[in-house]
């Protein structure tokens, strides 16, 4: 969205909106909680979490579903959700195109060659999830090398052109693996792992990649004043004194940190990065101060109700890359319809 | 008169590629172009695995190459004069491997598929024959019908007696299997087949992938109706299935189920029902999909027997190994020695 950002720093976000989205957000933890394939009645619900709070764990299946399965999994989608759509909020920004999405870097794609490596070779989850962040991490950090090498163009411009081409090459790698891998074993695996998926999320996963996650956001909370900067043109920013190439590389850090941490284990999930900025930027404007909590929180929101869809409306699990944009599109379009019109 | 035979021929050609001869004739083959005598086809190009597992039992020393990358761990039971069979990679319509140029330079008399196509197979097929030239025959069929694919398939490619042979044996496994699918058909075991390193990705019922299961009576925990391929599920809907047992041929899959606290919740987790299934040379369960799955039926039920280290499953392995894959005496002598609950990859 090549609109310039509005200077009026001063005005914060409207209370409605706050109110709207933090009531949007309870009610999908809430509704998420409630349903799911194992039949929970109310009442137990209640007695399994009222336990485990009073420091008495309550023995059996309920228990292991509430705490072991369906919290992990909500706490996932919301990080997930907050940090793809947070990243995409922050690329688009610094890109200056409504196009571009978190993984514009190359790090789905090196996380998927990571990934996609550790199942050709029959290795164990762990290490399937570690090479998906290793993957991730140095796609960007060459994609970085290599634009950072190359001085004669717009810097912003040479690190998309960059992302393109090793990203191209890394599909390359990708395809070839599918075709490799055995057709009967490892290939629905790796279609599985590049369509997306919480189904498997354990509180171990969180463990590790959480703080990865918040380790990444921080940088963009602390610096969303000055990362709102970069939306101008190089000229103007430079002329209020800010560095941009360490901010440029502090925010592409960020944002890194928290995909490749999200991918690893969820693997690939599309659309939320590139999508919930837009409906954000519809809602409060491109400022980032503002679009930052809101992008955030949608993005959040959105993930959550998707994977409870995923998990409950059919007999088996269904893909979340395939929900993400069967429900995010045409919502999306609405949107877009609406704005038109007003 | 040489006119009426024409006619004749022709409708009677007509007839033959009619859905209905098919059943009327039972026939699981379906081919395109011509096909040599069965004397003289004497090189033959498996498609796929399924096809290349089939084809080496039958017709060993017809098969022209390997569809798959075999590992040496695999390789150490076939037959010496097919370790050294060239890779030559796969004919699957566009997720070919290998190229038309390559084919035509191995010249096969025939090129052999098996399982259940569908019409974009079919279409492949034929395509392949009008730009090649080279016959190509389609075997169909569940596993429970292996002993009609091996006869009909062995008469016309002239392997009748080793067929015969071969398709007596299934046919006994079978009636056996049908025995003990009987025996618990008031009360069938109910089995979760986990697949991929995670656990979570599993043969639906119905499908392809757990056909050896629910061949013995077994219930698949993972339906899904009208869907029956691959497919994933969650942990807390195997919580609320329960199953029995729960089976892979994964060991990193055993090793997690084992250890990971979420597991820890299935009846069957803390039984110490989960069970890995060899995969040597080819998946006793699936992986391919085809007569190598004869080996999960008697290990299943034995299995379900509680006789997993027994001396009747390594006798009746032993003679498996001998008959279909012809194994070398060594690979037999260390078969029997480990026993095969052991024989993992």
């Known amino acids: 969205m090549p609109q310039r950002a509005s200077i009026d720093v001063n005005r914060s976000l409207p209370a409605y909106v706050k109110v709207m989205l ?58 997930v959700g907050a940090s793809l759509a947070v990243a995409g909020a922050a ?56 634009a950072s090498l190359v001085r004669r163009h717009d ?18 790698g990708i395809s070839l693996l599918k075709i490799l891998a055995d057709p009967y074993t490892q290939l629905p695996t790796i279609t599985f792992w590049l369509l997306g998926g919480l189904h498997s999320v354990s509180l171990s996963d969180l463990a590790y990649s959480a703080p990865l996650m918040l380790l990444g956001l921080t940088p963009l909370v602390l610096l969303r004043w000055r990362i709102n900067l970069l939306s101008l043109s190089d000229d103007e920013a430079a002329a209020l004194g800010v ?19 999200a991918v690893s284990f969820t693997g690939i999930i599309g659309w939320v990065g590139l999508v919930i900025p837009h409906v954000a930027r519809l809602l409060v404007g491109p400022h980032f101060s503002r679009l930052l909590p809101v992008a955030l929180l949608l993005g959040a929101t959105f993930l959550l109700l998707t994977d409870t869809l995923a998990r409950t409306v059919a007999g088996i699990e269904l893909p979340l890359g395939i929900l993400t944009a069967l429900v995010g599109a045409p919502f999306f379009i609405y949107l877009l319809a609406r704005g038109g019109r007003t | 008169m040489k006119r009426r035979d024409l006619l004749q021929g022709l409708l009677a050609g007509a007839f033959l590629l009619t859905p209905l001869s098919r059943v009327v004739a039972k026939t699981l083959l379906e081919h395109n172009g011509a096909l040599p005598a069965p004397a003289a086809i004497q090189r033959v190009f498996a498609a796929g695995p399924p096809a290349a597992v089939f084809l080496y039992v039958l017709v060993p020393e017809k098969l022209l190459g390997w569809p798959m990358n075999l590992a040496p761990a695999h390789l150490a039971f076939i037959h ?53 030239g080279i016959a190509t025959v389609q075997i169909e069929g569940l596993l ?15 392997a009748r007696q080793r067929a015969e042979e071969l398709a007596l044996y299934s046919e006994q496994l079978l009636a056996r299997a049908l025995c003990f699918a009987n025996k618990y058909a008031q009360k069938p075991p109910k089995l979760y087949f986990a697949r991929s390193y995670d656990g979570l990705e599993t043969g639906l019922a119905g499908s392809i992938h757990s056909e050896v299961l629910e061949l013995l009576g077994c219930e698949n925990v993972a339906k899904q109706s009208g869907h029956t391929g691959i497919g994933q599920v969650s942990l807390e809907q195997l919580l609320n299935w329960q199953p029995d047992y729960l089976l892979t041929q994964d060991p990193e899959f055993v090793a997690l189920a084992t250890t990971a606290s979420q597991w820890q919740s299935l009846s069957a987790v803390q039984t110490g029902r989960v069970y890995c299934a060899p995969k040597l040379p080819f998946g006793w369960l699936d992986g391919p999909p085809g007569v190598n799955r004869l080996l999960g039926v008697l290990w299943l039920m034995a299995l379900l027997e509680g006789r997993l280290d027994g001396e009747q499953l390594k006798q009746e392995v032993a003679e498996f190994f001998n008959l279909f894959y012809r194994s070398p005496n060594r690979s037999l002598s260390l078969l029997l020695a480990l026993g095969p609950a052991q024989l993992l990859d």
């Open chain 2, 144 to 158: 429970a019908q292996t002993p009609q694919q091996l006869r009909q398939a062995g008469a016309l490619l002239g």
């Open chain 1, 22 to 79: 933090a009531v949007a957000l309870l009610a999908a933890i809430v509704l998420s909680l409630l349903i799911g394939k194992f039949p929970l009645s109310l009442a137990e619900l209640w007695q399994v979490l009222v336990a485990r709070i009073s420091g008495e764990p309550l023995q059996g299946s309920a228990d292991t579903v509430i705490w072991q399965l369906r919290l992990p999994r909500i706490l996932a989608a919301l990080l």
């Open chain 1, 155 to 172: 810097p912003v411009l040479v690190l998309v052109l960059a992302g393109i081409a090793l990203g191209a090459l890394l599909g390359a």
């Open chain 1, 91 to 146: 690329y688009q920004g610094m890109f200056r195109n409504p196009l571009v999405s978190p993984d514009i870097l190359g790090v789905s794609v090196g996380a998927g060659l990571g990934a996609i490596c550790a199942i050709f070779f029959n290795l164990p989850m762990l290490l399937v999830q570690l090479f998906a962040f290793v993957g991730g991490l140095f796609a960007v950090a060459a994609v970085y090398t290599l």
């Open chain 2, 80 to 132: 010496p004069e097919q370790q050294n069979l060239p890779f030559v990679g796969r004919l699957a319509g566009r997720g070919s491997t290998v190229s038309l140029e390559r084919l035509l330079l191995l010249a096969p008399d025939v090129i052999v598929d098996l399982g259940n196509a569908g019409a974009t197979q079919r279409s492949a097929a034929q395509r392949l024959t009008q730009q090649t």
């Open chain 1, 243 to 261: 560095n941009l190439t360490r901010t440029r590389l502090l925010l592409i850090v960020a944002a890194t940190l928290m995909t490749a941490s």
